[in-house]
């Protein structure tokens, strides 16, 4: 094939893409059938399945059970905004994870012991097998669900503590700084990865998103010094939301 032509599927899929974009097939339309399709565009029955297959993987279409396939309504992106941390103070979960002040959330969290994984272990500079709080959060923005979250702190920093599990307690529902701050550990950086993978069934069940589509992943870390206290990984459906920073330059 000569350097810069498309697949015939793949300009199918352009078309029908440049469609849906610009209105002529809206949200919620029928998508054209496989033979409508092989008639409109001259393609064989194969080329427009993998047409079809495209538009599917991208998320601009959805199969109904029996029905067809139809296009999606992709609503505008939310901003998970990232503008630092507070020392003490106002400081939720929710706000830790999304510190935009216009935004209002709620959230839901489980709390176990586990053994730190190797990864986690190499996150929180502690020997794989160490015993960690790992605590699961699902948090709603206008009782939408928004963000999964899942945090591990090292017990050997919050064993037998007032802030030993994150959800309960005197400071129970307060953000990692303030709780950290309790047990007289200064928490004073952050460090933050954000990447993106393939979502996985619970997560994308979880978060009103297509099976397999991507989502966004800020793997964070909070650090009193050079010693970890928690580390966590956010994940958001990617077409839902875009993440924001405002940084001071010093």
Not at 86 to 113: A, L, N
Request: charged share 30%; glycine share 10%.
């Amino acid at each position: 094939m000569p350097f810069g032509e498309q697949p015939a599927y793949l300009r199918v899929a352009g078309d029908l893409r440049k469609k849906i974009s610009d209105g002529s097939l809206p949200p919620h339309a029928r998508l054209p059938s496989q033979a409508r399709i092989r008639e409109e565009y001259g393609v064989s029955d194969t080329v427009a399945l993998e047409a079809r297959k495209v538009l599917m993987a991208e998320g601009l279409v959805e199969g109904r059970s029996g029905s067809g396939t139809y296009v999606r309504e992709v609503p505008a992106p939310r901003r998970i905004s990232r503008t630092g941390y507070r020392s003490i103070g106002e400081c939720t979960p929710f706000r830790q994870e999304q510190s935009d002040e216009r935004v209002k959330g709620t959230w839901e969290s489980r709390s176990e012991q586990e053994d730190a994984s190797p990864a986690i272990a190499e996150r929180l500079g502690i020997e794989p097998g160490e015993r960690v709080m790992r605590t699961r959060y699902l948090f709603r923005m206008e009782s939408d669900p928004a963000m999964l979250s899942t945090s591990w702190e090292p017990l050997s920093v919050t064993g037998r503590t007032p802030v030993m599990l994150p959800e309960e307690g005197p400071l129970g529902g307060r953000g990692v700084v303030e709780r950290m701050a309790a047990i007289d550990l200064v928490v004073d950086n952050v460090t933050e990865e954000v990447g993106s993978r393939p979502g996985r069934a619970e997560e994308t069940a979880a978060l009103g998103g297509v099976p397999g589509h991507a989502v966004m992943v800020i793997s964070r870390t909070y650090f009193a010094g050079k010693r970890a206290v928690e580390t966590a990984d956010v994940v958001a459906v990617a077409d839902k939301f875009r993440i924001a920073y405002h940084l001071p330059v010093k």
